[in-house]
């Protein structure tokens, strides 16, 4: 059977993942009247809840006696490692681009790596069917970023479709038609047939799945010969070992599954069951003849965050994994998997610094632990400076925002503030298109503030650029917290007599201890704080009367606006159940003494 491999890239929202449960639809993967929802190749319970894809997915549907493979890919910026590793599995891709929004960073970011593998992309001007969208002005601005990529004459000559995903029609000119059948034509017409080497077998592993009755399994295109079931190869890794092993089970993809298979062909994607210890990146080879691939290169982490076992005195009451044992070695297993991830011991056996590639990356690792059932305490997320010249240097990114023109103003004093420099100023439609070049250190926090100061309405993304030299102090937050004096159940009355000295993160009724950040003060500088008092007799009101009516309901932040809050003295505890933020040290005498210490020591 004939097959064509595609994968499906676009910055974050613009449509990915809607499209192949179209393409899903449309090749009658499903019974005609079987419920399958939205989203449906987002499958991880992290997805499902937020809507955007995180891990890369294969599936695989017939169309016209072809066999289409389709890779759905992440958008969002901290996976971008991902793309550039899936993308080793593809023949062609189809790059989206939202017809409102035009290319976004991390458009940019996936069509380079894109055209630096040579695949000749389609593109496709998703969601025409939205108010005020742009489709001629996309499509020119997409043709610009092919040029400025330094696109091939061939390349520059690519093929566009336009069409709504969600209306489910895609159409070689802008014209409304029934429905996707010219674009999965397009597909047979403009992507290339897999090109296979003559030789032995030879096959990368570029994604890992997960069985809870196989175990690992390896993911990846055969790139020469064929493999079968039972057959003896060599794993051949990047140090240069060569581990012997075995194919137990083969599969190839189906529809959103799997199907067994005995043999496959160079060309075609499957995935491998039996092998010990492998990495992403190993190629499984001839037993005989073994020639390895070349190794896969993945961005270089940007972010760092200290991870460290639950040292609360909540300490144990939710999680059943809190040991630093527990800890180092969940790490370690997530880094098999995880490649843009990076683990350092520290001077402290309870701590480790984990690296990523930004707040997102680290965020869903520490979710994923928290269900799984850990507890731990991670710090505020720093970037990675880097010595060149010896010179400091830090991390630069470029900051798009979209936002009504009322409140561009802010916008450009807020990250002016953080040290951001404009470099672009344009209107797209009724929305001001803002550009920036700005440290990633002030973007820490800075999509909060963004959305308070716009009414939620501003749009931004952000790509990293490159490390340039020390942009010096930034900022942090402005307002100081709120700390719990003691350890105890928070009262209603307490908290209503607090109420107007700040914004509170804790219900009544609540345990806290003290040092425990209880809430946001309204100016800068800490305040400890009594939230336990119990109401004085003598002040009883009627009976009859709830106090806990009056109270504003709590400010509810998800863990990575936490990760985003922090500054450098604070933390975050997480539980399975809760998440709390505090201060590293919760006696207030000693970190008085110990802020001191550091100040005189800042001041010699
Ligand atoms: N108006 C409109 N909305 C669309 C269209 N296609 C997708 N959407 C919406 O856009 C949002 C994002 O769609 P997804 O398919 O999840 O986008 P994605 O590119 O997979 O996103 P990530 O995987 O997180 O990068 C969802 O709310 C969709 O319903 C379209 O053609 N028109
Ligand atoms: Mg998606």
Partial sequence: MQIRNIAIIAHVDHGKTTLVDKILHATHVFRDNQETGELIMDNNDLEKERGITIFSKNAAVEYKGVKINVIDTPGHSDFGGEVERVLKMADGVLLLVDAFEGPMPQTRFVLQKALQLNLKPIVVINKVDKPNCRPDE?????????????????????????????????????????????????????????????????????SLDYSSFLGRIAVGKVAR??????????????????????????????????????????????????????????????????????????????????????????????????????LRD????????????????????????????????????????????????????????????????????????????????????????????????????????????????????????????????????????????????????NNGVLLSKNQEKTTAYSIDKLQERGTFFVDPGEDVYAGQIIAEHIKPGDLVVNATEGKKLTNMRASGSDDSVRIVPRKQMTLEECMEYIQQDECIEVTPKKIRLRKAILDEEERKRVSKSMKSEQVS
Avoid at 358 to 379: A, K, Q, W, Y
């Fill in 225 to 326: 010969g064929s493999i079968k079931e039972g057959q003896p190869i060599a794993l051949m890794q990047a140090d240069g070992t060569i581990k012997r092993s075995k194919v137990k089970e083969l599969y190839t993809f189906m529809g959103m599954g799997k199907k067994k298979a005995t043999e496959v062909e160079a060309g075609d994607i499957c995935a491998v069951v039996g092998l010990e210890d492998f990495n992403i990146g190993d190629t499984i080879a001839d037993a005989e003849n073994p020639e390895a691939l070349p190794i896969i290169s993945v961005d270089e982490p940007t972010m760092s965050m200290l991870f460290g076992i639950n040292n609360s005195p909540f300490f144990g009451k939710d999680g059943k994994f809190v040991t630093s044992r527990h």
């Fill in 330 to 477: 969940r790490l370690l297993k997530e880094t098999e998997k995880n490649l843009a991830l990076k683990v350092s011991d520290t001077d402290s056996a309870d701590s480790f610094l984990v690296y990523g590639r930004g707040i997102l990356h680290l965020g869903i690792l520490i979710e994923t632990m928290r269900r799984e059932g850990f507890e731990l305490t991670v710090g505020q997320p720093q970037v990675l400076v880097k010595e060149i010249d010896g010179k400091k240097h830090e991390p630069y990114e470029i900051l798009v925002v979209d936002v009504p023109a009322e409140f561009s103003g802010k916008v450009i004093d807020m990250v002016t503030q953080r040290k951001g420099e404009m470099l672009v100023m344009e209107s797209k439609g009724e929305m001001q298109h803002l550009e920036f070049e700005i440290p990633s250190r002030g973007l820490i926090g800075l999509r909060s503030n963004m959305l308070t100061n716009t009414a939620g309405e501003a749009v931004m993304a952000h790509r990293f650029l490159e490390y340039k030299p020390w942009k010096g102090p930034i900022p942090g937050r």
């Fill in 138 to 206: 996309v499509h020119d601005a997409v043709f610009e970023l092919f040029f400025n990529l330094d696109a091939t004459e061939d390349q520059l000559d690519f093929p566009t479709f336009y069409g709504s995903g969600k209306n489910g029609w895609f159409n070689s000119k802008n014209e409304q038609c029934e429905d996707i059948t010219p674009l999965l034509d397009g597909i047979l017409q403009y992507v290339p047939a897999p090109k296979v080497a003559e030789g032995p077998l030879q096959m990368q592993i570029t």
